[in-house]
């Protein structure tokens, strides 16, 4: 680990660490967004499944860099969606699957093999079943099918790296009916500016995300978000540090860490953490109080908590400017510890000895 984070300022340690171009790939956030969109807009399916109001239930299935795209869909669509919105990281399709459910299964990759077992049952169920994926065993199934299926670019050099595409295509599909083309646009808009802000050639002196990068240091971050938006968030900002930092990370969500996490920090419990509080205007007016008395008390106990604040005035806007910096905040991270963020060698090992 580099001291100080002065190491994020020279350009050919970054391009030596970030070998396979992470950095450019999480800048290409907005960009994914408009595509993906796009694409899910696009794709053909019968005219009940296009209908919001007719589907008894929505699930949405996969793992990893592809399953968190349901955890955004979910806190997208929570407050708007007629039906119960079900997010499956595992094998199995929910029993309440029926042929009124709307099922997308989404694997970048489409070669993982819970989201392919979703996919048998959906189809056996006779769900309306939307396949999402660039390619791989899940596109195969789906032409033979003569499915529905949103087919994204195999550009990103990572699933994890294509999470623009992966929620476009989802909730552009026309089943479902948040959010709008304009708030689409604004968002990706918005996050091409952010990216400008936060990309490499900006110093440290003036770019939030190599400064909580290097403030983070060699801690262990928890991330905190609130209720409802900013779950999937928390989420993600852990995912990306385990994934591109390749440490450990641990997330929580308000209120519901105000009723157990908050007892076990103290001087001897807090050493070696940092807490990243990811806040938005939005909050619950209680959950904005509950943030401000959790944050004294976590730091009384010996915690140091640092905000950061959404940009943009919609949903989408908050909830992605957060991803993004998420995004380029673990990145950074894994240049100053001197790993390449792109690969991910022990989880591709597994997947291998699972495959023999
Ligand atoms: C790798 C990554 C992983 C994968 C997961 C599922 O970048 O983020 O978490 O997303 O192993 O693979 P896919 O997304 O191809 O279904």
Redesign the pocket.
Known sequence: MTKGGAALDDPSRTAAVDRSGMLSAVAGLGGQLRRGWDLGRSAACPREWGDPQRHDAIVVA??????IAGDVVRALLRDHARSCIEVSKGYALPAFSTPETLVFV???????EE?LAVYEQAQARRCRTVTV?AG?RLRELAEAAHGVHVDLPADAP?????LGYLVGGVVGFRGLMEPDPQEVAATARLLDELAARWEAREPMGRNEAKGVAAWLGERTPLVWGSEGLLEPVALRWK?QMN?NAKIPAFWSVLPELDHNEVEGWSPDTAKGVAVIALRHPGEHPRVAERFALTIELASSAGLEVREVHAEGSSPLERLFSLVLLGDFVSTYLAILRGVDPTP?PV?TDL?ERLRR
């Open positions: 996969g793992m990893g860099g592809s399953g989404v694997s970048y990759s489409g070669d993982t989201a994926s791989g990572m699933p994890r790296a294509a995912n994934e991910v989880l997947k």
